[in-house]
């Protein structure tokens, strides 16, 4: 014989009583759902702890680009004569890909950063000390031209394509 407690716990099983495997019986000793439950608490408590990752201790870097006159075939930037429309990406374990001022690709970058100018700054959140794949980009209305592409360490001055990238 069930007591109306017992009744209701048989037939309003809680989210968790389902998910712990109770069958709606009240069993005051039942060491196999104490023991789950012991188990989900640590779970949870192990992905609370260890499941988000670090704050990064970004700071704000300026990339400076300066790019050659021309291209490596001594043709202009644009038509008539005109000074490449600078965009980049910047690609780091910890960063990712940051296309700037916006795109995720060198190719699906659509406004210049600075418009027909061969100097150009640029800033972004990003790591203290990192390394970065560079990809300086002149961005054109029908496809962009890579100016060049390749890795710089922050503090120096590096010879990527067709262009000197110093990272601040």
Known sequence: ???????????RRSPLAKLLGNKGIYQPWDFGN???SYVLCLVLLVLIVFGFPEPSHAERIAVDVEVEQTKYNNESWDILNGAPD???CLYNERLGTVCLPDGST???IGNPNC???YLCRFSVSAPPN???????VDV?????DLIGAGWCHQGITCEIGQAKVTIK
């Open 34 to 36: 104490l023991f789950r």
């Open 130 to 136: 990192a390394e970065f794949k560079v990809s300086v």
């Open 106 to 108: 060198p190719d699906d």
């Open 115 to 117: 418009p027909n100018s």
């Open 1 to 11: 014989m069930y007591t109306l407690h017992q009744i209701n716990l048989k037939y």
């Open 140 to 144: 054109d209305v029908m496809f962009n």
């Open 86 to 88: 600078l965009a980049i």
